[in-house]
């Protein structure tokens, strides 16, 4: 892993910050880096973060770059027959950290990156799938509607009752799983 620590203070500090002349300005790049860490880690860090008293706003930038966090339960076991809860991978693929004047952090995204690389797949993916749906729908609409047995008012409204039901659909999905799942608690031969 790559970290790179940059600490300013003084006037030179001003163009990032009017406070950081005086409690100065940290700059810091993390550039892929992976570690694996317990629940009890996270948890037991608060202790050594508190303090009797109220520490100063440090402005900061924190950029991360091409990150991957597993988090591992460590926890005892509720139900021993259990097979214990999945790892939770946290992958950044670039994202930065702010601390302003106020004290809050602010998670941003790089600039010059985000929305415009996004929109345009999912603008041609929107594109792709729309004509298999009107294809699939147009068989039950009526003939005379339009070239493809629909008319373009009915194509948005339709479009958002797929979604709508592609959510509740997820929704089940999920319901289901955590009813098995909490099933097999009680008898780990259980199958559906």
């Not at 006037?11 to 002349?21: D, E, I, K, Y």
């Not at 799938?129 to 699939?136: D, F, G, N, S, V």
């Not at 009752?161 to 259980?190: G, H, V």
């Given at each position: 892993?790559?970290?790179?620590?940059?600490?300013?203070?003084?006037?030179?500090?001003?163009?990032?910050?009017?406070?950081?002349?005086?409690n100065g300005f940290?700059?810091?790049?993390?550039?892929?880096?992976?570690?694996?860490?317990?629940?009890?880690?996270?948890?037991?860090?608060?202790?050594?973060?508190?303090?009797?008293?109220?520490?100063?706003?440090?402005?900061?930038?924190?950029?991360?770059?091409?990150?991957?966090?597993?988090?591992?339960?460590?926890?005892?076991r509720v139900y021993?027959?259990?097979?214990?809860?999945?790892?939770?991978?946290?992958?950044?693929?670039?994202?930065?950290?702010?601390?302003?004047?106020?004290?809050?952090?602010?998670?941003?995204?790089?600039?010059?990156?985000?929305?415009?690389?996004?929109?345009?797949?999912?603008?041609?993916?929107?594109?792709?799938?729309?004509?298999?749906?009107?294809?699939?729908?147009s068989a039950h609409?009526?003939?005379?509607?339009?070239?493809?047995?629909?008319?373009?008012?009915?194509?948005?409204?339709?479009?958002?009752?797929?979604?709508?039901?592609?959510?509740?659909?997820?929704?089940?999905?999920?319901?289901?799983?955590?009813?098995?799942?909490?099933?097999?608690?009680?008898?780990?031969?259980?199958?559906?």
């Amino acid at each position: 892993p790559e970290v790179c620590l940059r600490l300013e203070v003084g006037p030179g500090a001003a163009v990032h910050s009017p406070l950081a002349v005086q409690n100065g300005f940290l700059q810091m790049l993390v550039h892929s880096y992976t570690a694996e860490l317990f629940m009890s880690f996270l948890t037991n860090l608060g202790p050594f973060l508190e303090d009797e008293i109220i520490p100063e706003v440090i402005p900061m930038e924190i950029e991360i770059v091409d990150a991957k966090i597993t988090l591992k339960d460590d926890s005892p076991r509720v139900y021993p027959t259990s097979p214990g809860p999945v790892p939770l991978t946290l992958a950044v693929d670039h994202l930065v950290v702010k601390r302003r004047e106020d004290g809050v952090f602010y998670l941003t995204a790089p600039p010059g990156e985000g929305s415009p690389k996004q929109e345009k797949p999912v603008a041609v993916l929107e594109e792709q799938k729309a004509p298999a749906e009107c294809e699939c729908v147009s068989a039950h609409a009526a003939p005379a509607a339009g070239p493809r047995g629909l008319s373009f008012r009915e194509v948005p409204e339709l479009q958002r009752e797929l979604q709508s039901m592609r959510i509740a659909l997820a929704e089940a999905t999920m319901d289901k799983a955590r009813l098995l799942q909490e099933l097999r608690k009680y008898n780990p031969l259980f199958q559906l």
